[in-house]
């Protein structure tokens, strides 16, 4: 089967992944290379109706295992309906989130665990990204830079305990994905932190990914 390339990027809320996408994107269109920009949760329009279920702040006496299960029905639709055809087809899929924030906060920050992976084995069907841009930034500091932006969202308002179990979730998974999850100090400017993932992309591009 032909194979693009799929990349993901993932981080606290605040840890600056719109920035760097708008980045990415940057890099891909200066060599003339389409890519298939996407999003979870939705990626889809079945995607989308059920990210508004999610992040509906009138939802909060939502099971964790519930929501551990929409995020993964939204995935599995966004897997089977956009991002296996675009990898057959040979395309660069840029994907902002993907199934390390099921890990991270639905295994660690509700502490889910094992079950999440399982669940999301057949979400994801195997297909993994080739690489995973992970935003290292204390979710303290990332809630700080979007405090002024619009009203939280269900899962951006949870305590901060949460949003740290999280993070620390994250760190673990890039301990335990070493070849695939590529973890950068997000805490630096904008331009040092893109000047890192250039570096990564290129690698990519030229088929090392380490
Ligand atoms: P995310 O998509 O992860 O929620 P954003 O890219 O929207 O994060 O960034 C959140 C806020 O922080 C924005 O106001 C953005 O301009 C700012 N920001 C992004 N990267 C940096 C950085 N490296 N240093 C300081 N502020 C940043
Ligand atoms: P979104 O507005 O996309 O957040 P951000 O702008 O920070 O990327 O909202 C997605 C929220 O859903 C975010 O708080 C992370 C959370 N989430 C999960 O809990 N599990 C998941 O599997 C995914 C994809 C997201």
Known sequence: MKRGIFISIEGP???????????????????????????????TAIGDRIR??????????MDY???????????????????KPALAAGKIVICDRFVDSSMAYQGYGRRLGESVSVINSYAVAGCMPDVTFLMKLDP??????????????????????????????????????PDR???IDASRGIEEIRDDIYKKLEEVLSGVIK
């Open 52 to 61: 508004e279920i999610l992040l509906d702040n009138n939802c909060k006496e």
């Open 65 to 83: 295992m519930t929501e551990a299960m929409l995020y993964a029905a939204s995935r599995a639709q966004h897997v089977s309906q956009v991002i």
């Open 13 to 43: 809320d605040g840890s600056g992944k719109s920035t760097q996408i708008s980045n990415i994107k940057k890099f891909f269109e200066d060599k003339n290379l389409e890519i298939v920009f996407t999003r979870e949760p939705g990626g």
């Open 140 to 177: 303290g500091i990332g809630k700080r830079r979007v405090s002024s932006r619009n009203q939280e969202d269900r899962l951006e308002s949870e305590k901060v305990d949460f949003h740290q179990e999280v993070y620390n979730g994250y760190l673990q998974l890039e301990k335990d994905n």
């Open 181 to 183: 999850i590529f973890g």
